[in-house]
């Protein structure tokens, strides 16, 4: 393994997940593999369908949800930021 490069220390978890459009459009589903203050790991079936920027929903109805930006890609996973809010309405 290369050099750490994360400000935060991520811890492990196994939770699953549902990635949206700024419109509420769904994008699918993911499993979060490790989350942190200001990102997250998430394993994807096709990391180049996930956009750039998207909406991570963390709980069962929607109300738990993270303003994601794709800072890295592989075949299975992408590694997000964490946003500012920017005052996200439930869809």
Do not use: N, Y
């Amino acid at each position: 393994m290369g050099p750490e490069h994360r400000k935060d220390t991520r811890r492990i978890v196994r939770q699953a997940a549902r990635m949206v459009c700024s419109d509420g459009s769904g994008l699918g589903t993911c499993l979060m593999i490790d989350v942190s203050r200001t990102g997250a790991r998430l394993r994807v079936d096709a990391s180049d369908a996930v956009p750039d920027e998207f909406i991570l929903l963390l709980s069962h109805d929607g109300k738990l949800r993270r303003q994601c930006a794709v800072a890295w890609r592989s075949l299975t996973a992408v590694g997000v930021h964490f946003l500012p809010d920017r005052s996200i309405k439930e869809k």
